[in-house]
């Protein structure tokens, strides 16, 4: 896979410090009957993202996290894998897969270069993993790539203006209206 382009080292970094923040809410995603979509956690008996028929299917979860997806997607009969570019972040869903008791491969990379081979899956899947923290002209292909012949994408992301308003690292607060910063 050779050295990580420089925006996936600085997400790397992010990612790192941040998972612990995330470990909590991954228990709760992991412990669900039901998946839930988005910021809103729309059911998925509302909006139907998933195929209706996972059984037997092989599914890579690209920009996996603490795996919830992944976990999901095992309880409805798929065989998936789970990919992320945090160490720290697939520690946390190794061990939601003790707790748990799901089993499934994870591995420790970059969803823009997977180091599987062509056509493995049936469906590539990524919830604000991949979508957006990936180059969308390295992670596209990529996931084309890995899917065979009819194969699935389905992927989540922010909308440019829920973006416009949100806050950003540096603690700016997002408000109301577009404000311009100096």
């Known amino acids: 896979m050779g050295e990580l382009p420089e925006h996936a080292s600085r997400n790397r970094a992010a990612w790192d410090r941040w998972a612990a923040e995330h470990e909590e809410p991954g228990r709760r995603a992991w412990a669900q009957e039901e998946p839930t979509w988005g910021i809103w956690g729309v ?3 509302a909006l139907q993202v998933l195929p209706a028929d996972l059984q037997g299917r092989d599914a ?3 920009g996996c996290g603490t795996a919830y997806i992944s976990a999901w997607l095992a309880r409805r ?3 998936p894998v789970g ?3 945090s ?3 697939l520690a946390t869903a190794r061990r939601f897969q003790r707790e748990f008791g799901i089993e499934f491969p994870l591995i420790h990379g970059n969803a823009e270069t997977v180091p599987l081979p062509s056509e493995s899956f049936d469906v590539a899947i990524s919830e604000y993993g991949a979508s957006i923290w990936c180059d969308p002209y390295q992670w596209i292909p990529e996931a084309a790539r890995l899917l065979r012949p009819g194969g699935e994408l389905i992927f989540l992301v922010n ?4 973006m416009l308003f ?3 690292e540096d603690g700016v607060a997002a ?4 404000a311009v910063l100096q």
């Not at 909308?159 to 829920?162: G, N, P, T, V």
């Not at 408000?175 to 577009?178: A, D, F, N, S, T």
């Open 43 to 45: 059911p998925e008996s």
């Open 60 to 62: 890579i979860e690209l």
């Open 77 to 79: 009969g798929a065989r």
């Open 83 to 85: 990919i992320d570019n």
């Open 87 to 89: 160490e720290n972040q």
């Open 159 to 162: 909308s440019a203006l829920f």
């Open 166 to 168: 949100a806050p950003d």
């Open 175 to 178: 408000g109301e209206q577009l």
